[in-house]
C-alpha cells in the first residue's frame, strides 16, 4: 500500500462515516478489572502518520525471519514470535551459551468473525508496531511497544471502535507463559504460580546454566496483564484496552514497573511518555535526505533498528550490542563481537555521546577478565575475546577465531581512541578505568609482537585477519596496524593527562612490521597473500577507514581496486567502506555503485537487513545497518575524527537534493549540518567545552550559538580552542610481567581463571 493510501485507510478508521451523536462520546480504559472513562482522546487513537518514517503493508511477510522487531536495550522481540530476549540473560555453560529465550506473552494475532480490510506498519520515529483491521461499521487497531523510557515494560494497547448496532467480538491469539516450551528454563524451578483466575500473572524463570559458574544462576521475573481469548465491545462503543508485561532480574522491579505501567496508562500518558522520549532520541540525532524517500526511510530504520537494542545512556548491566540486535537472541547467540566497536558504534557515538559510552562501558566491565585471559595464554596487559556474553570470558564456539582472531582487542582501543577525540572525557580516564584500560591494551599488543632481528622490525604471527576465510596468518595488515594505534594512544592520553609516558609502546609502535607491495604499490592483506585470490569482506580497504592511515592516493586507490575484484560478495558492511574509499579519491559514480549495492541486503517490507544478500546469515543485521550509516556520515558527510579537530566534506548521496546531519555531539556541544549541491550550512545548537571555529580554505569563523554559517560547499573543520597540555615526563621501563597482573587477583578470581582455563581446554578442539 502507497503511504497516501494508508493515510486514507487511517482516516476512513478514526473518521467513519456515522453520525457522530450515535457514538459514545467517551472512551473507557480498561486493564483488567479496572476501567476509566475520559473524553474520545483523538491523540491516543491516532495510528502512524503516513510520512518516510513509517512503513506499511496489507499483509506481513510470509518469511517470519524478516518481521520487524521492537526492543529498548534491556527487552526486545521479533513482532508476531512468541519469544522474546532480555539483555544479559545468557543460558548455557561456556562455548554454548546463547540468550535466553523467555516467552513472548503478548497478543501474537486477532480475528474476526466478518471480512476485514488489515494493515501492518513499523512506526521509526515512535517506536512502534501497529496493525489496524477495518470492518463494515467497526475499525481495530493495535499497538505495541517496548517502552523507551520505562524499559521494563512491553506495551500492547487494543483500541476497538465498534459503530455497529450490534456487539463486536474480537478473537485474540496469545502467547504463552508454558515453561515446557522454553528450552533455555529450568522446569523445575521456572513457571507461572498465579491463579489463572487472577488479572495478573506473575511467570518466575530461572536459566539452566550459567556461562563460568557450577553455583550462580540468572533468574527472570515476567509480570503480565492476563489475555481473554476475546474482548467483545457493546453496540455504539468505544474502548482502549491495555495488556501489559514487564521483564526484570528483580522481582520487586518488575512488580513496580508494572505498577507504574497501568498508573500512566490509566492517566493516559503511556504511549505519550514513550513517544516523547522517541522524539528527543530524533531531535538529539538523525539523519534526512530530500528527493529520495526510499533512501531517507532506510536512514531512519537503520538508526530506530540500532537504538532499539541500546539503552538511553550510561548502564553498569549493559552487556553490548550482537550483529543480530536484541531480538534476534540466537543470531551469532547473541555474543558481542568486533561489529559493536567497529560497526555499530562510530554512528551512535557521532550522535549520541552518552549512549556511545555505555557501549565503551560494556568492555570496561570485563576488563578484569580480559586481563585474566592474556595471563592465561602467557601475555601482559588485556586480550579482548573474540565472542563475548555476560562473563567477558572467552565463548567462541569455533577454535580457529578462538585461537587467531585477536584483532578485537585493538578494534576496541580504536573505538575508545574516536571516544576520547569526541569528548575529551578525562574523568572517564582517572575515574572510570579508560586510561588503565588504554594502557592494558597497549601491554598486551607490546607482548603479542615478536621482534625479528633480521629486519629490526615488530611482527604479530599467527592471526585471522577481519577477512575470516584466511584462518592463520602472519602480519595481517589490518590486524598490524590497529595495534600499532593501540601502542600510540597511550602518548596521547599521557599528554591529556600530563603523566609519565611508557617508551616501549613507542618502540614497538614505530617499529611494526606492515605489509607493503613496493613494485604493485598495494597493501598485500598478509605475509604472502596470493594477489587476486578471494576475500570474505572488508579488511585491507579499512586502513584508509575507519582506521585512517595516510597513503599517497595511487595506494589508496590500488587496494581499493585490487580488494574489490577480490570480494566477489560479502557481508553487508562491505560495500559502505568501499564507497567511502572512493569517495575519499572524489570518484564519485564508484562510490554511488557500491552506495547502493548495500540496498540488496535490505528486505521489504519493514526494511530488516539480512547479512547477505541472497537473505542468508543474521537477520535484522544491525552490523550492516551500522556501515551504512557509515556510508553517510563518513562517506557523504565526508566526517573525519581527528585529536584536535573534525574534518568535514559534505556531499549529496545519490537521487537526492538535501542531506541534513542533526546533532553532531563534540566536547559536550552539538552542531547541526545542511548539505546541498552547493552550499553548506552548520550551526551551532549547544555549546561546547571549548569555543568552536569553523575553518575553510583561509577563513576562521567563530561559531556563535544558534547563528547559522553558509558557505560555498569544499571541505572544511571544526577546529576547538584546546587549552595548552600539561607538562609530562618520559620514562623507559620496559614491559611488566605477567605476574604483576596477577598480584591484584583475588582468590574467587583465581578459582574462576582455573575454572575458564579448564573449560577453554575442554572446548578447544570439539
Not at 520487586?252 to 528527543?280: C, I, K, M, P
Not at 531512519?300 to 550483529?323: A, V
Not at 558492511?573 to 572524489?586: D, V
Request: charged letters at 20%; hydrophobic letters at 35%; a negative charge.
Amino acid at each position: 500500500m502507497t503511504n497516501l493510501g494508508l493515510g486514507l485507510l487511517l482516516f476512513a478508521i478514526f473518521h467513519p462515516a456515522v453520525d457522530a451523536d450515535s457514538v459514545t462520546s467517551e472512551t473507557e480504559l480498561i486493564h483488567g478489572n479496572v476501567t476509566k472513562r475520559i473524553p474520545f482522546p483523538e491523540g491516543r487513537l491516532r495510528a502512524p502518520n503516513p510520512d518516510i518514517t513509517v512503513l506499511s503493508n496489507d499483509t506481513l511477510p510470509n518469511d517470519a525471519r524478516i518481521l520487524p522487531t521492537i526492543g529498548n536495550g534491556h527487552i526486545a522481540t521479533v513482532v508476531k514470535t512468541d519469544t522474546m530476549c532480555m539483555n544479559g540473560l545468557y543460558n548455557g555453560y561456556a562455548i554454548k551459551t546463547h540468550r535466553a529465550q523467555l516467552p513472548a506473552i503478548l497478543i501474537r494475532n486477532v480475528t474476526f468473525d466478518s471480512r476485514v480490510s488489515s494493515n501492518y506498519s513499523i512506526d521509526f520515529k515512535n517506536g512502534m508496531f501497529v496493525e489496524s483491521h477495518t470492518g463494515q461499521g467497526f475499525s481495530v487497531v493495535l499497538k505495541m511497544y517496548a517502552h523507551r523510557s520505562l524499559p521494563q515494560l512491553m506495551v500492547t494497547e487494543v483500541f476497538i471502535q465498534n459503530d455497529q448496532n450490534k456487539t463486536l467480538q474480537v478473537n485474540l491469539n496469545s502467547g504463552t507463559a508454558n515453561v515446557t516450551d522454553f528450552d533455555d528454563l529450568d522446569k523445575k524451578l521456572s513457571g507461572d504460580r498465579t491463579s489463572p483466575s487472577e488479572d495478573v500473572g506473575v511467570f518466575y524463570g530461572r536459566v539452566k546454566e550459567f556461562e563460568y559458574s557450577w553455583t550462580q544462576t540468572q533468574d527472570v521475573t515476567m509480570v503480565y496483564s492476563r489475555i481473554p481469548s476475546a474482548i467483545s465491545v457493546d453496540p455504539q462503543h468505544r474502548l482502549a484496552r491495555l495488556f501489559l508485561l514487564s521483564v526484570d532480574s528483580n522481582r520487586q522491579v518488575a512488580r513496580e514497573r508494572f505498577t507504574e505501567g497501568v498508573d500512566h496508562f490509566l492517566n493516559n500518558t503511556l504511549e505519550s511518555q514513550h513517544v516523547q522520549s522517541w522524539q528527543n532520541l530524533w531531535n538529539s540525532g538523525r539523519i534526512d535526505v530530500t528527493g529520495n524517500d526510499k533512501l531517507a526511510t532506510l536512514t531512519y530504520s537503520s538508526l530506530y533498528y540500532i537504538l532499539s537494542s541500546l539503552p538511553l545512556s550510561e548502564n553498569p548491566d549493559f552487556i553490548g550490542l550482537s550483529p543480530g540486535d536484541l531480538a534476534h537472541g540466537l543470531m551469532y547467540n547473541g555474543h558481542v563481537f568486533w561489529d559493536q566497536e567497529t560497526w555499530m558504534y562510530p554512528p551512535i557515538q557521532l550522535f549520541h555521546s552518552q549512549i556511545g559510552k555505555a557501549m565503551i562501558k560494556t568492555r570496561v566491565r570485563t576488563l578484569d577478565n580480559a586481563k585474566h585471559q592474556a595471563m592465561m595464554r602467557d601475555f601482559n596487559g588485556a586480550m579482548y575475546p573474540w565472542e563475548s556474553a555476560f562473563s567477558g570470558y572467552d565463548v567462541t564456539p569455533i577454535p580457529p577465531y578462538f585461537q587467531f582472531e585477536k584483532h578485537i582487542t585493538g578494534d576496541i582501543s580504536f573505538a575508545v581512541r574516536q571516544y576520547i577525540y569526541l569528548t575529551r572525557d578525562t574523568h572517564f580516564l582517572i575515574h572510570e578505568r579508560g586510561n588503565e584500560m588504554i594502557r592494558d591494551i597497549a601491554e598486551f599488543w607490546a607482548s603479542r609482537a615478536v621482534f625479528n632481528k633480521r629486519t629490526g622490525l615488530y611482527e604479530i604471527y599467527n592471526v585471522m585477519p577481519p577477512d575470516e576465510e584466511h584462518q592463520q596468518v602472519n602480519n595481517s595488515v589490518y590486524t598490524n596496524t590497529v595495534a600499532k594505534l593501540s601502542l600510540e594512544l597511550p602518548e596521547f592520553i599521557d599528554g591529556i593527562l600530563g603523566q609519565q609516558s611508557k617508551a616501549l609502546y613507542k618502540e614497538v609502535a614505530d617499529r611494526l612490521y606492515i605489509p607493503f607491495n613496493e613494485t604493485g604499490q598495494y597493501h598485500p592483506e598478509y605475509d604472502g597473500y596470493p594477489l587476486g585470490e578471494k576475500v570474505k569482506q572488508a579488511d585491507v580497504v579499512l586502513m584508509g577507514f575507519p582506521l585512517m592511515i595516510a597513503m599517497p592516493e595511487d595506494v589508496r586507490r590500488n587496494d581499493l581496486h585490487i580488494y574489490e575484484n577480490a570480494t566477489p560478495s560479502g557481508p553487508a558492511m562491505t560495500w559502505g567502506m568501499f564507497a567511502i574509499g572512493y569517495l575519499e579519491l572524489n570518484n564519485t559514480s564508484d562510490a554511488a555503485r557500491l552506495f547502493e549495492k548495500q540496498e540488496g541486503n535490505v528486505a521489504t517490507p519493514f526494511n530488516v537487513w539480512t547479512e547477505n544478500a541472497d537473505g542468508t546469515g543474521a537477520v535484522n543485521f544491525i552490523t550492516g545497518m551500522g556501515g551504512f550509516l557509515q556510508s553517510l556520515l563518513f562517506g557523504y558527510g565526508g566526517f573525519r575524527i581527528y585529536p584536535e579537530r573534525i574534518d568535514f566534506h559534505g556531499r549529496l548521496p545519490p537521487s537526492t537534493t538535501c542531506f541534513n546531519i542533526t546533532g553532531v555531539d563534540y566536547l559536550g556541544g552539538s552542531l547541526d549540518f545542511s548539505f546541498t549541491d552547493d552550499t553548506t550550512t552548520v550551526k551551532l545548537t549547544k555549546e561546547a567545552k571549548h569555543s568552536m571555529n569553523l575553518k575553510y580554505e583561509e577563513k576562521t569563523v567563530p561559531l556563535i550559538l544558534n547563528k547559522q554559517h553558509v558557505f560555498k560547499s569544499k571541505p572544511a573543520s571544526l577546529q576547538p580552542d584546546f587549552p595548552p597540555l600539561p607538562t609530562r615526563s618520559t620514562v623507559t621501563s620496559g614491559t611488566k610481567k605477567a605476574t604483576n597482573v596477577a598480584k591484584h587477583t583475588s582468590s574467587s578470581s583465581v578459582s574462576v581463571l582455573a575454572l575458564t582455563l579448564m573449560t577453554i581446554s575442554r572446548y578447544m578442539f570439539l
